[in-house]
């Protein structure tokens, strides 16, 4: 039994030197990673952009000649076609037609951090007093995309906008028509999102 435990007791000796040098290692690792985020930390500032937009589509704008896509809710894309009482119609160009009345001309201010994979600013815009991303969903001519849930319930209910007929969700209609992949704007996508910045991956 004795020399059991001075066998265990020289191997744990043995090893101390290693496991010090990897302790160190991780210790430096760690410190290198803390350093490198504090040192870009000004990548995830929040931005705030005021001024007269140029609407793409539903959910998407240029604001001070930057690209900005609308937080949490995804909307037909501009050539997107959905149906009506059996009728084809042009549902992308009426999602943006929903947001350039939602502006009605006012000045937009938007704000944001996140950058979506393609580089867009992806922010919460109000036109006035008017919440864009929010009213566009509770119109109906967006769905919930990462947030504002409840609003879209409202509009499904209502059988507002796209609900009052038959549509494909756009994220399943860019992946049939070979449309830009992008995740909802969920907890998850938040973290990916501030992580690339940092990082700039």
């Known amino acids: 039994m004795l020399r059991t435990r001075r066998s265990a007791?020289?191997?744990v000796r043995r090893r101390g030197p290693f496991r010090r040098f990897l302790d160190v290692v991780l210790a430096i690792a760690i410190l290198g990673m803390l350093v490198l985020v504090a040192a870009r930390l000004d990548r995830v500032e929040q931005r705030s952009l005021q001024g007269q937009p140029h609407v793409a589509d539903g959910d998407s704008l240029t604001l001070e000649a930057e690209r900005v896509r609308l937080r949490g809710l995804d909307a037909p894309e501009l050539t997107q076609i959905c149906q009506r009482s059996g009728v084809d119609y042009a549902c992308g160009r009426d999602s943006r037609d929903a947001l350039l009345a939602i502006i009605a001309g006012r000045q937009v201010i938007c704000r944001g951090w996140e950058r979506d994979r393609y580089g867009r600013l992806l922010a919460n815009c109000f036109a006035g007093q008017?919440?864009?991303?929010r009213q566009l969903v509770r119109s109906g001519w967006a769905?919930?995309?990462?947030?504002f849930g409840d609003e879209e319930r409202v509009a499904r209910?209502?059988?507002a906008g796209l609900w009052a007929g038959t549509f494909d969700r756009p994220t399943n209609w860019r992946a049939r028509h070979g449309g830009?992949?992008?995740g909802e704007h969920d907890l998850l996508a938040t973290i990916v999102n501030w992580l690339r910045?940092?990082?700039?991956i």
Not at 130 to 133: A, F, L, P, R, T
Not at 143 to 147: C, L, R
């Open 157 to 159: 209910e209502a059988g």
């Open 9 to 11: 007791s020289y191997s």
């Open 143 to 147: 769905v919930a995309y990462g947030d």
């Open 180 to 182: 830009m992949a992008e």
């Open 130 to 133: 008017v919440e864009i991303n």
């Open 197 to 200: 910045q940092v990082l700039r």
